[in-house]
């Protein structure tokens, strides 16, 4: 079901070179959480077992390197290489169905593992439209749909990244939905989260992190130390390259705590990732400007289940206030008629080097959306200073 190593989200391979340099001993567990409580069809978890079993044979090819120091000269050689040789493990996945329940587990040394999720999650999405057999809409309106949706951020004048690997309906939708933003996205489309697709289409990678990155760090630090040394060590691996901080790991407010006037100044903005973004805007702002830093020469960038209206409320608040940008997922590439899944996979364990596992936890700025222990979700509020659970924003 996918056709290139690279058919990934580029925020993977980051943290993956990170990983090498830093953690190479630390071992890892992430499980899929079935959100939406799907039921899923007789033979499910046989053939989602025969597509992780044919990742097995992909491979870096000769093109695909040559991108890679073309486009990411961050990424340096020995870890080009690293990826040269990679090949995808099978045996570090567990998929069981019981019914219409689907359980899969991941576990093994986290630079290798920190690839499975997101074309895991693609190839969950895909096969359960396929096995589901529900028609999606013609190739025609996918592209005319696309078009629509890319004069209309033109028109608002503002970048727009496409960000919908994970629960994309299928590789053909994905790759017609790019084709299109490509070819009429002009100033306005800056690139796919994709790596297969920005090769394959001309077009920039575009990461920086990810939640797992500041959970782990919270497993080997503890949470008070986990958003500021998460920070440090991208920091000592980039040096300044991919300065986008991911800020809801454990709540946008203990974030803002660790965001002092030095990595302020060092990081170009933040991610929006969960609660409402008009707050989240203005909290961002008003921190900027506690420490005497021009919010207009920053960025946030959202990338929260955002559609042309959610778009366009955000526009209309931070115009002229703070630079912006929008990474937009879902709206994307399974906007095509059947209902798309609710689904993720988060790390649930690490055991860093000379430690035991630990539990590990993300404390969205919505509640609905905390993964993890819950005593160790109590912990964390504890720790950190939060409101009792569920209610974390100020």
Not at 57 to 67: D, V
Not at 102 to 121: A, N, S
Not at 289 to 308: M, N, Q, R
Request: hydrophobic residues 40%.
């Amino acid at each position: 079901m996918l056709h290139s190593i690279l058919d990934n989200d580029f925020y993977k391979f980051t943290m993956q070179n990170a990983v090498v340099k830093l953690f190479p001993y630390a071992r890892t567990r992430y499980a899929f959480i079935n959100r939406g409580q799907h039921a899923f069809p007789p033979g499910f978890g046989e053939a989602l077992r025969a597509a992780v079993d044919d990742m097995a044979r992909l491979a870096l090819s000769a093109e695909e390197k040559e991108f890679l120091e073309q486009q990411c000269p961050f990424l340096d050689p020995t870890y080009r290489d690293f990826l040269a040789g990679f090949r995808f493990d099978p045996a570090e996945i567990t998929i069981t169905q019981s019914g219409e329940e689907l359980e899969v587990h991941i576990e093994g040394y986290w630079y290798r593992t920190i690839l499975w999720e997101v074309p895991l999650m693609a190839m969950i999405s895909e096969l359960w439209y396929r096995l589901g057999g529900d028609q999606r809409d013609s190739d025609k309106s996918v592209r005319d749909s696309t078009l629509t949706k890319i004069e209309h951020y033109k028109r608002l004048g503002v970048r727009v990244a496409e960000f919908g690997t994970r629960r994309r309906h299928s590789y053909a939708v994905h790759d017609q939905v790019v084709a299109a933003l490509k070819e009429q996205g002009r100033g306005c489309f800056i690139g796919t989260s994709n790596v297969h697709m920005a090769q394959r289409h001309g077009t920039k990678p575009i990461g920086t992190h990810a939640h797992e990155w500041f959970m782990f760090h919270a497993a080997r630090f503890g949470f008070k130390m986990a958003n500021i040394l998460a920070l440090e060590n991208w920091v000592k691996v980039y040096r300044g390259d991919l300065g986008i901080a991911l800020s809801d790991t454990f709540t946008s407010r203990a974030f803002f705590r660790s965001f002092d006037k030095k990595f302020a100044k060092l990081f170009d903005g933040v991610r929006h990732d969960s609660g409402d973004p008009i707050e989240f805007a203005e909290a961002t702002i008003r921190h900027y400007e506690s420490l005497g830093i021009d919010p207009k020469t920053k960025t946030i960038i959202f990338s929260d289940g955002l559609d042309t209206d959610k778009v366009d409320r955000i526009v209309r608040y931070c115009a002229g206030r703070i630079g912006m940008s929008f990474g937009i997922g879902t709206n994307f590439t399974n906007d095509v008629g059947p209902q798309p899944m609710n689904m993720v996979i988060k790390m649930t364990e690490a055991r860093p080097e000379g430690q035991d596992w630990v539990p590990v936890i993300k404390l969205s700025d919505v509640s609905s959306k905390h993964t993890g222990d819950p005593d160790m979700i109590r912990l964390a509020h504890q720790v950190l200073s939060l409101k009792e659970l569920g209610q974390t924003a100020d």
